[in-house]
């Protein structure tokens, strides 16, 4: 079956090439992928399949219904949006929408769902139970995937398989990683409220800024000294706001952090243990506070099966010095660990550096991608769909 399907890959490999090139070229932000899915829904019905549109606001779902006995069901989730950058790579296909780009490599997930899509319905064996493939918008706001579920596409779900460009990897070649792939990334604002006065007097003021200040420190030195350093937190306070002259006492200073985490039991006491921090320093000074803790997305948790599937589909299909087994996580967000809370799971890291050229990084103005990951992509996602299905539930 893998020949099969390196085959059928290979054939379509100019279209899906063209498709990609379509996509990027046309790139639409969070939420407004209406072209994108209306394109995405044309491919797949020119594939015989019946599409559902507008699922999850701009979403589309399409089924590939099973031949069997097996009442589970496969999802296969990309997503769609770009981002608000202004692309600066000097490709013939380059964004024509100004200040819009694929620069986290979406163009090509959605290939990679379509190429899946594709293999699968002609493989010419019935497969067991039904595939059903999710094109989600707003993945870079995380609010894609929440649109999603809330439209039922997780209903009947058994395990579902994502993918993500990497261009820490080389084109070619798959990165796997067991446990956390991604971290948990919540917001926190914080308001400490002082007393204002003459900025000669500090004794007959409460000053928000030095309280401010204070607790940015013990955050901080907080973090060394009470978490586990074998379970990473980051917080970044990255705005700050207050005062109003440089001799007047500020009464109140608004600060604005992303707090990231990858241990969901670290995750959950977060919100609690950064109260406590903020609740000390300011009874100590006797400023009052403000404290809005805003959940974000959770940290995306590779089931171990399911990447066992990953990681042998792929081995099998390049060769295991083409899988590179990745032993450290991002502490970047993806809202595909949304689905997670609903059915086991895997993302896997498609490589698309190039060998012989500077790479840049994912939300780069001129981050590219070495297209040779599609055929990669494509093959492994529908390899390691066919193992799933080999494998009694
Ligand atoms: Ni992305």
């Known amino acids: 079956m893998l020949s099969r399907i390196k085959d059928l890959a290979t054939d379509l490999a100019p ?29 797949l019905s020119s594939f015989g ?14 089924e590939l219904r099973g031949e069997g006995t097996d009442e589970r069901i496969l999802a296969i989730r990309t997503d769609m949006d770009a981002l608000p950058i202004q692309e600066r790579t000097d490709l013939e296909f380059s964004s024509r929408h100004p200040g819009v780009m694929h620069a986290c490599g979406h163009d090509v997930h959605t290939t990679v769902g379509l190429g899946t899509a594709m293999i699968l319905a002609q493989l010419g064996v ?18 894609g995937a929440h649109w999603m579920i809330r439209d039922g596409v997780m209903e009947g779900v058994s395990s579902i398989l994502g993918v993500h460009v990497w261009p ?23 308001t400490i409220i002082g007393e204002s006065g003459h900025g000669a007097r500090p004794h007959e003021a409460i000053d928000a800024i030095w309280i401010a200040s204070q607790v940015i420190t013990s955050l901080q030195q907080a973090i060394s000294r009470t978490q ?13 706001q207050g005062g109003r002259a440089p001799n007047v006492i500020a009464d109140q200073v608004r600060m604005l952090g992303t707090v990231r985490s990858l241990h969901p039991e670290t995750s959950e006491r977060l919100p609690e243990w950064i109260e406590q921090i903020v609740a000390s320093v300011c009874q100590t000074y006797e400023a009052r506070y403000t404290l809005n803790y805003r959940r974000g997305v959770p940290s995306v948790q590779n089931d171990f099966t399911l990447t066992q599937i990953v990681e042998s589909a792929a081995s099998e ?6 899988v590179r087994i990745l032993l ?66």
């Open 317 to 322: 299909a390049w060769g295991s010095d083409r």
């Open 328 to 393: 450290e996580p991002s502490l970047g967000a993806e809202d595909f660990s949304l689905y997670l809370g609903h059915a086991p799971g895997m993302m896997f890291r498609l490589g698309v550096a190039f060998e012989d050229q500077v790479n840049h990084p994912l939300h780069h103005p001129q981050f590219k991608v070495n297209e040779e990951a599609i055929i990669t992509g494509v093959v492994t996602m529908a390899y390691a769909a066919y193992k799933y299905w080999q494998k009694k539930g």
């Open 168 to 190: 820490s990897v080389v084109g070619g070649s798959i990165g796997v990683r067991y446990g956390a792939l991604t971290a948990a990334a919540d917001d926190l604002e914080i």
């Open 126 to 143: 019935p497969l067991p139970g039904t595939t059903r493939f999710l094109f989600q918008p707003a993945e870079e706001t995380a609010q």
């Open 49 to 62: 399949f019946h599409v559902q549109e507008l699922v999850g606001k701009t979403g589309v779902v399409a």
């Open 228 to 240: 586990n350093p074998l379970r990473p937190v980051v917080l970044t306070i990255g705005q700050i």
């Open 15 to 43: 279209r899906l090439i063209e498709i990609r090139r379509h996509i990027h070229s046309h790139p639409e932000l969070s939420g407004q992928e209406y072209q994108t899915a209306a394109y995405v829904a044309g491919v």
